[in-house]
């Protein structure tokens, strides 16, 4: 298969790198800190020279996952132009690395790879394994570590199953293939425990993270027109309530599940003055909501996808608008 001739030649890139950098997105969710967890277990397993950077650092929900500590995000402790192969994975904007200056004008001795199953938008690697029917990034580090006949012990294991129990909702998005659960029993059986995994990435709100959204789901409003559900949360209201970015995260998956409606929209204010941001879901089969949020200047998949746009939320007698 053309796919396992890639994963092969990705391997032969890092068996011959001295100096590798993985990168994934900001905001990381389970599929890009597991997708990096596992790739750090590899290249340890090789003694590899290594680091891994995000934006923003992983919740502490992952801290189970091995090497996740490695994980950085102050951009000013790498030395780019020091690392011979870059591995993007999760990636589907290359703006969401906070690293496209530094890929884009990479040096000629300076090699890109990148894994994902998001829709593509930006063309940077020099070898992509990108498959977007895939469930999850790390379905595909599995198939990578397939194609080159790596055994996957425990550690790697835990980080593929998180990777797929995070972007299928444990196991009931659309998304989810015979494939896809035939791949989690064999990581089981390597040594990854499910319940743990679905205990950390799940059960993991504070009281402050329950009252807000609580507050964003009394606010929910169903537009019957287009069957889409929507809320919206302040800065200042998250700011008052002392929760952190990664409090919200799920809202949007938990909103999903309202009966009735094609898709749903949560729309919160950002840290950054002036910033929104927008997560849409969706699990009725004939609704594509990725073209909505490319269209907003985001992306994602047709069942999730999201945006982040300049403007402001202003209140007018109980009514809000964009500004």
Not at 223 to 235: E, G, Q, R, V
Not at 286 to 313: C, M, Q, V
Request: glycine share 6%; hydrophobic share 40%.
């Amino acid at each position: 298969m053309v796919k396992d001739i890639i994963c092969q030649k990705i391997y032969l890139k890092i068996k011959e790198a001295e100096n590798i950098l993985i990168v994934s997105h900001e905001n990381p969710d389970a599929d890009a800190v597991s997708s990096i967890c596992a790739f750090l277990e590899l290249l340890k397993n090789l003694n590899k020279k290594s680091s891994a950077f995000c934006q923003t650092p992983p919740p502490p929900y992952f801290n189970f996952l091995p090497h996740s500590e490695k994980i950085k995000s102050d951009r000013n402790s790498f030395d780019f132009s020091s690392y011979d192969l870059i591995i993007a994975l999760d990636c589907g904007d290359l703006k969401r690395t906070a690293l496209e200056k530094e890929i884009k004008s990479k040096k000629d001795n300076q090699f890109v790879v990148n894994i994902d199953h998001h829709p593509k938008i930006d063309d940077f690697a020099d070898l992509e394994i990108k498959e977007t029917a895939a469930a999850s990034t790390t379905e595909l580090v599995y198939d990578f570590f397939l194609a080159n006949k790596i055994p996957i012990n425990k550690n790697e294991a835990t980080c593929i199953l998180t990777g797929i129990a995070g972007d299928t909702g444990n196991f009931i998005y659309s998304a989810t293939t015979d494939e896809t659960v035939k791949i989690a029993s064999e990581m089981v059986s390597a040594g990854a425990r499910l319940p743990l995994i679905i205990e950390r990435i799940t059960r993991n709100k504070s009281l402050a993270s329950l009252k807000i959204w609580g507050r964003a789901i009394s606010r929910l409003i169903i537009n019957k027109k287009y069957d889409l559900a929507f809320t919206i949360l302040s800065a200042e209201e998250i700011r008052e309530s002392g929760v952190e970015e990664e409090d919200l995260e799920g809202m949007a998956n938990f909103l999903s599940n309202i009966k009735g409606v094609k898709a749903v929209l949560f729309l919160r204010e950002a840290k950054e003055y002036g910033v929104l941001r927008g997560s849409f879901r969706s699990l009725s089969p004939n609704t594509d909501i990725s073209l909505l949020a490319r269209a907003l200047g985001g992306g994602g998949h047709p069942k999730a996808a999201g945006f982040k746009i300049e403007g402001r939320l202003e209140e007018n007698e109980g009514k809000w608008k964009v500004i």
